[in-house]
């Protein structure tokens, strides 16, 4: 889906809706629709009829993205199209979510040591698709940029312990932060309850999950429960 405006054309991918960011990525064209690189490739990926070798996505990514270069070509034959009429936005809350999506995006490129452009730009997505409810392991379930940081900030402390008892660490920044993202969404009803009804300080949030499960014990102590089934703790997860 493409918006037409006095001097600008944006495009939005089909599979995500997010906006495509022409600045750091390319357009991809297919069908005539419009698609990011990774999300076309899932698509590609799980089409069954018909069902696409490695080989033949390969071609067709090659392809739509020729054909997204002719898009861009073609968009002065469109700037000066009539405006669309764009609904009243609140510029303070508009401004504020940029913030927080910033926010969030500084701390896990910080805590994962994410430094590609193109990851960045495919977390941005996940997170937009989070907030709006369409990304797919959360059920449909909603959670604001600003939850979603203050939620990895006050649950760090868990979700360093699970990591350390894992049986099967994961070996790379990007996988770790996805699998704790899921970790987060399936805790969200329970954070949310926490945070309303169960205390009023955000220091209490913060080691309430540790503490009740471990009930004070010291993490580090060598003692009878460091033979912990973690797939039993992570059970729902």
Same mark, same amino acid.
């Given at each position: 889906?493409?918006?037409?405006?006095?001097?600008?054309?944006?495009?939005?991918?089909?599979?995500?809706?997010?906006?495509?960011?022409?600045?750091?990525?390319?357009?991809?064209?297919?069908?005539?629709?419009?698609?990011h690189?990774?999300?076309?490739?899932?698509?590609?990926?799980r089409?069954?009829?018909?069902?696409?070798?490695?080989?033949?996505?390969?071609?067709?990514?090659?392809?739509?993205?020729?054909?997204?270069?002719?898009?861009? /070509?073609?968009?002065?034959?469109?700037?000066?199209?009539?405006?669309?009429?764009?609904?009243?936005?609140?510029?303070?809350?508009?401004?504020?979510e940029?913030?927080?999506m910033q926010?969030? %995006?500084?701390?896990?490129?910080?805590?994962? /040591? %994410?430094?590609?452009?193109?990851?960045?730009? /495919?977390?941005?997505?996940?997170?937009?698709?989070?907030?709006?409810?369409?990304?797919?392991?959360?059920?449909?379930?909603?959670?604001?940029?600003?939850?979603?940081?203050?939620?990895?900030?006050?649950?760090?402390?868990?979700?360093?312990? %699970?990591?350390?008892?894992?049986k099967?660490?994961?070996?790379?920044?990007?996988?770790?932060?996805?699998?704790? %993202?899921?970790v987060?969404?399936?805790?969200?009803?329970?954070?949310?309850?926490?945070?309303?009804?169960?205390?009023?300080?955000?220091?209490?949030?913060?080691?309430?999950?540790?503490?009740?499960?471990?009930?004070?014990?010291?993490?580090?102590?060598?003692?009878?429960?460091?033979n912990?089934?973690?797939?039993?703790?992570?059970?729902?997860?």
């Amino acid at each position: 889906m493409a918006n037409t405006g006095k001097k600008v054309i944006q495009y939005f991918c089909e599979v995500c809706n997010n906006l495509i960011d022409l600045k750091n990525e390319d357009l991809y064209t297919y069908r005539n629709k419009f698609y990011h690189m990774d999300c076309l490739t899932s698509k590609l990926k799980r089409s069954k009829k018909p069902k696409y070798t490695g080989e033949k996505i390969k071609v067709i990514l090659e392809q739509a993205k020729e054909r997204g270069k002719v898009t861009r /070509r073609n968009e002065k034959r469109h700037s000066t199209s009539k405006p669309v009429k764009l609904p009243s936005v609140n510029k303070e809350a508009e401004i504020k979510e940029k913030q927080d999506m910033q926010q969030l %995006i500084d701390y896990v490129s910080s805590k994962y /040591r %994410i430094t590609s452009q193109s990851e960045i730009q /495919r977390v941005k997505r996940t997170f937009t698709m989070i907030k709006n409810g369409t990304y797919k392991r959360a059920d449909g379930q909603k959670i604001p940029y600003e939850n979603m940081y203050n939620m990895f900030c006050n649950y760090e402390q868990e979700l360093n312990y %699970i990591h350390s008892r894992l049986k099967n660490p994961i070996d790379t920044q990007i996988a770790l932060l996805y699998y704790d %993202i899921v970790v987060l969404i399936n805790k969200y009803s329970e954070y949310i309850y926490n945070k309303n009804h169960a205390t009023k300080n955000e220091n209490d949030i913060k080691d309430f999950e540790v503490s009740t499960y471990l009930k004070g014990r010291n993490i580090e102590e060598d003692d009878s429960d460091d033979n912990l089934d973690i797939e039993a703790f992570l059970e729902g997860y």
